[in-house]
């Protein structure tokens, strides 16, 4: 389906350069193509713009891709726009079966609104198939794929200068966009869309020529389908990290052409990207924040190709991080003044790197006298070496380290044993992990 919006002429500042004073023998008025804002007539008492969004609900079609159309994963509205304001209304006369409406009688009204810039679009395709002598079916991938040339002149594009608005103000209804006066007291704007170049959410890709659209369509072939695929070198990362997307756009006439546009939880990731030869390899992409991405790629379409859609890829970026363990977790020292060692080993992930700088210390516990506890070292490789003092006892070890990353915190509990001649280092590591930057405590 073709959503239809509205637009108003910028005719006001002079009207003579687009109305002749008379009709033709055609019975038009019209010198020339006449510039386009968004219908925008808000009063006192009513609202009357045009409408346009993008749908809660409705999944984006793969065929909607272009300049200006927001990579939002649901279906944008409008697509296209006609005139639609009072300010130069429609003029249809009102026939009724009991004759009281007859046009012979001048029972004629004027109409607007998108009731009326609608039916426009129906009259024009109803010409479209009288001259190609064939139902167009869906025309939608048809148009945004006439859409990526300005070249054939279909669209009047409508933007802020043809809008004729020197200093668009979004909080400011007007011609340059759908914002709208709500009625309430004191008055209030509702902000909406303004146009831009290209396709817009107020006026879709703008009004069309119908000369040029025939002739467009005459020339134009059916798009052939497109299969556009997309893969992450590693789809789990750290926030240090970075992934490679590649793209590949597959067909069976040739290599497809045309643009990628990579989007990140249905938000554009960067600037479109050109295809080579049905290929796109991205440049290196960094995550940094921590969570979950649903990675898609969104094909353009060209002169032979119509517009897909990747399946979504999920990446997940997570914090660099490594974990302390001891061997063995206990150590039993048989005599004062003997020492024994544990081996504390450093496990990275997620792409840790750096250098940890061990220290150590034996706190105090209730049953421990501050002055009669056991000393500890830490010597190359990680070796932790204690020595026993006076009572026997039974302590814990806690082993500290500046790294130049946050890093995960774990507890490794040991099994403690108890002789009548030894004190008992190491029964348990509680690990303080500490960065440049920030604290982290178990």
């Known amino acids: 389906m073709t959503c239809v919006g509205g637009t108003e002429f910028d005719d006001s500042s002079d009207p003579s350069k687009y109305w002749a004073p008379t ?14 804002g968004a219908w925008n007539d808000p009063s006192e008492t009513s609202i009357e713009a045009t409408g346009g969004g993008s749908s809660l609900w409705i999944p984006q079609p793969s065929w909607q891709v272009g300049t200006g159309v927001p990579a939002t994963g649901k279906r944008n509205t409008p697509d296209v ?5 009072l300010h130069d209304a429609y003029y249809m006369c009102l026939a009724y079966p009991d004759g009281s409406g007859d046009c012979s009688q001048h029972k004629f009204r004027a109409f607007g609104g998108t009731s009326a810039s609608t039916p426009s679009m129906a009259g024009i395709m109803a010409l479209i198939n009288q001259g190609l002598a064939q139902r167009q079916g869906n025309v939608n991938p048809t148009l945004y794929a006439l859409a990526a040339s300005t070249l054939n002149g279909v669209f009047n594009d409508v933007t802020t200068s043809s809008s004729g608005i020197a200093n668009c103000d979004i909080n400011t209804p007007s011609l340059c966009n ?12 509702l902000q909406g869309f303004s146009v831009t170049r290209g396709y817009d959410l107020a006026t879709g890709w703008g009004s069309m020529n119908f000369t040029n659209l025939l002739s467009a369509l005459m020339t134009h072939m059916t798009p052939v389908a497109s299969t556009t695929s997309l893969s992450l070198s590693s789809d789990t990362i750290s926030t240090d990290e970075s992934t490679t997307i590649t793209v590949n756009v597959f067909g069976n006439v040739g290599s497809p052409t045309g643009t990628i546009q990579l989007t990140s939880n249905g938000k554009a990731l960067g600037l479109p990207l050109a295809v080579d030869f049905g290929t796109v390899i991205a440049p290196k992409l960094f995550f940094s924040d921590v969570g979950t991405y649903s990675i898609t790629a969104r094909y353009s379409g060209d002169s032979l190709y119509a517009p897909s859609i990747s399946a979504a890829v999920i990446l997940t970026s997570v914090l660099p991080s490594f974990e302390l363990s001891s061997s063995p977790a206990s150590v039993t020292i048989s005599s004062l003044g003997a020492s024994g060692a544990s081996t504390v080993t450093a496990s990275t992930s997620n792409g840790f790197v750096g250098t940890l700088s061990l220290t150590c210390a034996v706190p105090a516990m209730d049953d421990v006298q501050i002055d009669n506890l056991p000393t500890c070292s830490i010597g190359d490789n990680g070796h932790v070496t204690l020595t026993a003092s006076n009572p026997t006892s039974t302590v814990a070890l806690t082993i500290g380290t500046v790294a130049p990353h946050s890093a995960s915190v774990s507890t490794h509990p040991a099994t403690p044993t108890r002789d009548s001649r030894s004190a008992l280092a190491a029964s348990a590591l509680f690990i303080i992990v500490s960065s440049l930057y920030k604290v982290w405590f178990p």
């Open 23 to 36: 009709n033709s023998a055609h019975l038009s008025s019209a010198l020339s193509y006449i510039p386009e």
């Open 81 to 85: 726009a006609f005139t639609a304001s």
């Open 178 to 189: 759908k914002s709208i006066t709500l009625l309430t007291s004191p008055a209030s704007v």
